[in-house]
């Protein structure tokens, strides 16, 4: 029987005194990396916990090129887990090199910082259980019945978990997995499960990358947010910013006030407002991306439909059915004249009824927008499903305002932007909104 006891030699030659310090690191990473399961799990947190202490000396270069060393060797599912709390180059060496099966990922991944879970929903080989441990922590992100203080150092410093009871619980699988067949066990054995906040949230505070991404956020579970885009505007039922708001971010704007949709857990779906400003490298200017605060709309930023009482909705269309029977009576009247359906009239008494014509039809269609907004007050109101090709509303715009623009002699230039999604609404509607 072959012992091997690399593991043990190179703790016994693990010190403090900062002679060659990077090359011990090394040395035990690379040990504890290649060979997991022989090694005595006292020994592994043993050496976990050094490895730990080193992190702090050991210069970020340093560990980022002998993690990238260790591409597809690293093997040991407690290693990656201490390592994906390291700085993000070295988080994501780890999370993309390392070789892990899918219980192992699905066992470490609810205990992952928010970035390195972000890395590893990048791997092309994610299998079910894992896929399943990363669509639980979306939802509810480290919300555990912890003080907020506490909650946030598990979130912020996932290494300072127990490495003992993460090695325990790695070899208590092992050796479950050697027991029975992998299809046996079922996908929920190594997932936890996760406690939604019970508190409402009204302001969470965030940070998002050069590309738009929201990478950190504190005062919500961070599953639930990190990973949503402010680059594209929200559609259909997913999360993101109204048109503003994405607009400013292609130009580096400032985002004031800009309206954000979140989904998913109860405590964070719903509208929000962005208030975010860009921040840039100091050396290079080079854009960073932006970092601002999600808050809860207040009551003036909504528009709220009250309930219950309907008496002065029904009064105003009653109002609107008894002015429209003598409007439509004028209207008839200005189209006989106009038109000399009873004999010749002058050409004076023709404009004079042109001008007649136009005005109540006009006072016309301003009672139809009355009436709407009765029905909209009452909730009565129903609507056609049906969307309104931007183009074409554009176009109906000019040519509904192209006699005023020929009298005042002002002239229009209309520019689309493309691509421009439909509006969700009926033709009908949305040229009587616009």
């Known amino acids: ?17 900062g002679i060659g310090l990077p090359t011990k690191w090394q040395q035990l990473v690379d040990i504890l990396a290649q060979n997991p399961w022989d090694f005595d799990p006292a020994a592994v947190a043993s050496g976990l916990h050094k490895a730990r202490q080193f992190m702090d000396i050991v210069p970020a270069t340093v560990r980022e090129q002998c ?10 599912a407690p290693l990656v887990l201490l390592l994906s709390g390291d700085v993000p180059a070295v988080a994501a060496a780890a999370v993309s090199g390392a070789r892990l099966s899918d219980t192992e ?14 890395f590893s929903r990048n791997r092309g080989d994610i299998g079910p259980m894992t896929l399943h441990a990363l669509r639980s922590s979306s939802s509810a992100d480290f919300a555990l019945a912890l003080g907020t203080a506490e909650a946030q150092t598990v979130v912020r410093a996932p290494h300072v978990l127990q490495m003992r009871d993460i ?7 092992r050796v479950e997995r050697e027991r029975h067949d992998p299809a046996e066990i079922p996908a929920e054995a190594s997932i ?3 406690v939604s906040f019970a508190e409402p949230i009204d302001e969470i505070r965030f940070e998002t990358d050069e590309y738009g991404t929201i990478s950190w956020i504190e005062g919500a579970p961070a599953g639930a947010v990190v990973g949503v885009n402010i680059t594209e505007p929200a559609f259909d039922a997913g999360p993101g910013p109204d048109a503003s708001g994405a607009a400013a971010f292609r130009q580096k704007m400032p985002l004031e006030n800009a309206r954000m949709r979140l989904c998913g857990a109860p405590a964070i779906a719903g509208d929000w407002r962005i208030n975010a400003a860009p921040f840039f490298e100091p050396a290079s200017g080079r854009f960073k991306g932006y970092r601002g605060i999600l808050r809860r709309p207040n009551l003036a930023e909504v528009a709220h439909i009250p309930e219950g009482d309907t008496h002065y909705a029904e009064n105003i269309q009653q109002l609107i ?4 029977t003598p409007l439509s009576a004028i209207i008839g009247f ?21 001008n007649i ?10 009672f139809d927008d009355l009436s709407t907004a009765a029905k909209i007050e009452t909730g009565t109101y129903v609507t056609e499903v049906g969307s309104t090709d931007c183009a074409w509303l554009s176009l109906r715009l000019a040519d509904r305002l192209r006699e005023l623009s020929d009298a005042l002699h002002v002239t229009l230039n209309l520019v689309h932007a493309h691509p421009v999604r439909p509006f969700a609404l009926e033709s009908d509607v949305a040229e009587r909104l616009f």
């Open 67 to 76: 993690v990238r060393a260790l591409s597809g060797r690293l093997r040991s």
């Open 321 to 324: 059915h008894e002015l429209r």
């Open 192 to 194: 936890e499960r996760v």
């Open 167 to 173: 090695v325990d619980r790695i070899e208590k699988l």
């Open 357 to 366: 014509l136009h005005d109540a039809q006009r006072l016309l269609s301003g």
């Open 105 to 118: 990922w699905a066992d470490i991944v609810p205990h992952m910082s928010t970035r390195a879970r972000g």
């Open 334 to 354: 200005s189209e006989i004249i106009e038109q000399q359906l009873f004999g010749p009239v002058t050409e004076e008494y023709r404009t004079i009824a042109g």
């Open 1 to 17: 029987m072959r012992f091997d006891d690399r593991l043990e030699a190179t703790l016994r030659q693990a010190d403090d005194d």
